[in-house]
């Protein structure tokens, strides 16, 4: 069974390279990781696929997706999408269809957004002015300290960090950083956050993946494990194109630290009330 699959994946290399051309990458022949670079008009895409002893017989092969348009609940819905596939097509090579179905999404959404952008224009006036009348009651941004970059194997990851103590503070924060370009389109942007708000002795709490599926729950348990409480904490990830496996989850989880431990969120013996230094 070993070496039919591998024959079968031996086949299914070379018709994606004959199909794909230089679009079709191998990563490592050792580990049998390759990638398509997938590109509609002006939105790309990237699958990175690693193919296991026992594909396509009895397993799917381990994927990774970087695509920075794709965020939150459109990227769970797409990988819905990929996991019909196998499920559907068992025991076949279906790489060629994972690659055709992210690419016919891609048309999807981008037609969609086109349409989206249309009905925004008949309302931007009025929105304008709503803007204009609410921008007395907005909330403060707190102020956000960004740390060190922490790179491997060209993924690069940043941390933000800024004290919050509501949900509009924490609202403010989001929307502050994502007026740097740089990181909005960044692959990833996984938070957590935790603060007690005034008046109350409960923590409120809450993450977010962004993509990376289980980052911002382990963002928060670092948070929990150090009783972190009172702040937010963003981790940017640019993903350079080389699957870092569980490595990536070390890096996040550094560099959340790191920031925590620089802007004095880790309480030591000497000093459990340490707030706020500044990272330069």
Known sequence: M?????????????ALSSIYGTDFHTESSEHRCYSVDITEGE???????????????????????SAPWLKGLKRQELCGYLEDIYLENAGESIVYMWVERIREFMVEQSQLSEQEAEEQQVTTDLASVKLEQDTEDLTPCPDIFSGE????????????????????????????????????????????????????????????????????????????ILD???????????????HLGPDRFKHINNSARQILDSCGYISTHSDKNKKNKKVK
């Open 2 to 14: 070993a070496e039919n699959n591998l024959g079968r994946q031996v086949d299914e290399i070379e």
């Open 149 to 224: 970059i922490i790179s491997d194997r060209k993924s690069h990851f940043q941390p933000h960090l800024a004290g919050v103590k509501s949900q509009a503070e924490v609202r403010q924060v989001l929307r502050k950083l994502y007026e740097n370009k740089k990181i909005a389109n960044a692959t990833h942007n996984m938070y957590a956050y935790r603060f007690t708000p005034e008046g109350s002795t409960n923590v409120n709490q809450n993450c977010e993946d962004d993509g990376e599926i289980h980052a911002g729950g382990r963002l928060l348990h670092l948070l929990q």
């Open 228 to 242: 972190a409480k009172d702040v937010l904490v963003v981790v940017t990830r640019w993903y350079g194109g080389i």
């Open 43 to 65: 939105w790309m895409s990237l699958l990175q696929v690693t193919m296991p002893p026992d594909y396509p017989g009895e397993s799917p092969p381990i994927y990774m997706l």
